[in-house]
C-alpha cells in the first residue's frame, strides 16, 4: 500500500496525463517525456555538476532533485524522470564502482566467479536515504506533474558486474549464463533484490510511476531471455507489485523479445507498458505486444539533429503509428545524446501537446512519414 | 568471367564443401570456418604481428597470407577467410585512417558534409596490388579449400566514416541519412563503388566466394535498410555478380531485416547465403529467409568459453536446426572472441565434421539443446 499522502494517493498525479495513460486510458492531450531528459543535454545541467562526480551528484539529495527538475521546467514534459544511474544501488550495497565520463560505470573487480557472487554485499534500507529523501524534495516541488522512478533490469547490471565495465555483446556475462547457471542465477537474484529495493524506495518517497531499464535485452536470444533471465526481471518487478505503481519495461534492440518483455517472460505481473526503441514502427510493435499494454517511444534520437521539417514529419509518424495502442507514452527510443539542442526537444513537446490524443493522424499506422523509404 | 586459371573454374574449388554449400546442395559433410578466424586468438598470428600495426600487415602480402593460412592449418577449416579489415579499401582511397588496438577504425577527420564527400578520392586499381598479391600467393597455398574473400557493406563503412571511429547506435551516420539524404546517398555510393573494386580483386585473384559484412545493420528500422541502404549494398555486390562466385550476406541483429539482406532489399540480384549471429534460432532463420537461401551461423561465442559439454550440445542444436535449411555452413554467429582458446575451435571443427550432413540429428530444429530454457 502506498502512504495516504502519496502522489498517487492524493490526488495530485492520479489524473495526470502519463499515469491515464500508463493505466490504459487515452488522455486529451499526449503525454510526452524523455528519456536522460535530465542531464547532459542541458547547459544548467553541465553547470551545475561542474566539479561534483556523476555517482557523487547522484548520492546529494539537493543536486538530485534540481537536476531532477530542469527539463521540468524548461521542457514543459509529462514527467520528471529520476536523476539517477542504474548502478547507484550497487553502490550502496558495497560494490566499488564509478562512471567514468565517456566510458560509463567501471568496476574496480569484476564478478566472475561463485566466490564473486558470495562476496557481495547487502544494501541495506538506510543506506538508501539520500535517495528517498532526493525522491522526496523532487515529489515537493513537482506537484501535479509524476515523478518516474526507475532501476537497472538484472541482466544489464550483470552485464557491468561480470564484464568489469561496459563491452560489446556482453560476452562474459553470456558465458557465465550459460557456463555456471547456478552462479548466474544468483548473480542476478542478488541485482534482482538490490534494483528492486532501490526502485521500492522511490516509489514510496512518491514516485508515480517505476521505469526497470534493461539496455542491453537485445544482445540475448528469446530463449535465453525468457529462460535465464526474465525469471529476474520479474523479481525486481516484484519489489513494487504491492504498490499498486504503473510498470515500465524498456530494452534497446528488443524487437524479439518485446512480447515477452510485455509478460515478463510470464514469470511474474505483466507490466502496464512497454518501451519501444526506433528500430520497430510503432504500429508493428502494438502487434507484439498486444492491446493490453500502453506502448512508450519511439522517436529515433537521430532526428533530433535533423533539420526541423524531417522531426516534425518523423514525431507525426509515431504518433499515427501509436494511434493503434490503447495508449501512447511519447519518447524517444533511447536516451537524450549529449549533444542535443535542448531547444530542439522543447519544440518536440510543444508538437506533441499540439496533436490531441494522437488518435486523429490516422490512426492505421500506415502513413510513410520521413522514417519511410 | 573468371579466369580460367581460376580456382573455381579449374576444378581446385567448385567441389568443395564450401562452395557446394553456398550454390544450394548439402554435401555429406557441413562445412565449417570462423569469423576472425585469421588473427586475434592464436598465438601464432600474435607473434608474427609484433611491432606491426594492423593496417601495415594487411598491406604486405607475405604477412596477410601467411595470417590467413594460420587458421587454416591449425583447425582443418573449410575455407580461409582473407586477413584484411573492411577500412582497407578506404585507405587505399586515401582515407586518413589507423586502427586503434583495443578500440578500432579511428579516422583523422570524419566526413560529414557534402565538401566532404566531394573530396573523398578514387580507388585506383594499381592501390589494390597487394591485395591481389596476398591472394594469389594464398589461394597457391590452399589447393582445394576455397578462399573467402569480404568486404565492408556501405553503411557500415558510412558508419565509422561519419563518426570518425567505432560509436554506439551510429547516430551521427543516421542523423546524415535523415537530414541530408543526397549527401548520405552520394556517401554510400562512393562506398560501394570502394568496397566493390576491393571485393572485385579478391575475387579476380582466386577467392572462391565473397562475403558482404554488414555489421551495423542491426542498429537500423527496416524501413531505413530497405529504403537507405540496401540499395547501396546492392552496388556493392554489383561489382562481382557477373564472376560467378558465391555471395554471402552478413549482418549482426540483423533479424528483423533477414530477410531483406537474403534478396538485398530487392535492388538487385538476391544472394546465396545469408549469416546469421546468435540472436536467432537458426530453424527461425530458415523460416525468414526461405527455402532459395543456405544459411551460415549461428553459434554463440559466448559459449566458446563454457564447459565443452554445453558447447557441445549448443553447437548440436545449431547444427539440427540449420538442418532445416537447404544448406548450411556452419560458423560462429559474429567473430572469434580475442581470448578464445583455440584448442577449442578445432575441437568444434572435430564435432562439425563428425554430424554428416547436419540433417541427421532431428532436422525439424525443435531439439532444445542447452540455447533452450
Known sequence: MLPATHPLSDGRTAGSRLVRALRGDRPETLPVWFMRQAGRSLPEYRELRVGTAMLDACLDPALASEITLQPVR????????????????????????????????????????????????????????????????????LGSTPLIGFAGAPFTLAAYLVEGGPSKDHIRARTMMHADPETWSRLLDWAADVSGAFLRAQVLAGASAAQLFDSWVGSLSRADYVGRVAPHSARALGHVTDLGVPRIHFGVGSGEVLADMATVGGHGDAVDAVGVDWRLPLDEAVQRVGAARTVQGNIDPAMLAAPWAVLEAHVRDVVRRGGTARAHVVNLGHGVPPETDPTVLTRVVELVHSLGDGTGLGGTGLGTGSAGA
Open 74 to 141: 524548461r521542457h514543459g514534459v509529462d514527467a520528471g524522470i529520476f536523476f539517477s544511474d542504474i548502478v547507484v544501488p550497487i553502490k550502496l550495497a558495497g560494490v566499488d564502482v564509478e562512471i567514468v565520463p565517456g566510458r560509463g560505470p567501471v568496476l574496480g573487480a569484476p564478478v566472475r566467479s561463485a566466490a564473486d557472487v558470495d562476496a557481495l554485499g547487502r544494501l541495506e534500507p538506510e543506506a538508501l536515504a539520500p535517495i528517498t529523501e532526493a525522491v522526496a524534495r523532487t515529489v515537493g516541488e
